[in-house]
């Protein structure tokens, strides 16, 4: 699984569970942002929205459960 775990002048880093790499920024899709799933298909990176949305919700489940 390919997480955006940064953003920052023009660099994307890419973490994929045992390393980390980075990328331009500019060959991530329009409107990507820190902590969104990724894809590498046909050349181009993509947006895994499921993914990203399950990720998502996984993590604020878990921050919840610090609090109860």
């Known amino acids: 699984?390919?997480?955006v775990s940064n953003i920052s002048e023009g660099i994307?880093?890419?973490?994929d569970g045992e390393i980390?790499?980075?990328?331009p920024a500019g060959a991530?899709?329009?409107g990507t942002k820190e902590g969104d799933v990724i894809l590498w298909q046909n050349g181009e990176y993509l947006i895994d929205e499921k993914a990203t949305a399950e990720r998502r919700n996984k993590?604020?489940?878990?921050?919840?459960?610090?609090?109860?």
Do not use: K
Not at 59 to 68: G, H, S
């Open 1 to 3: 699984m390919l997480i």
């Open 12 to 15: 994307a880093v890419i973490e």
């Open 20 to 23: 980390s790499f980075d990328i």
């Open 28 to 30: 991530l899709p329009d």
């Open 59 to 68: 993590i604020i489940e878990m921050q919840n459960n610090l609090w109860e």
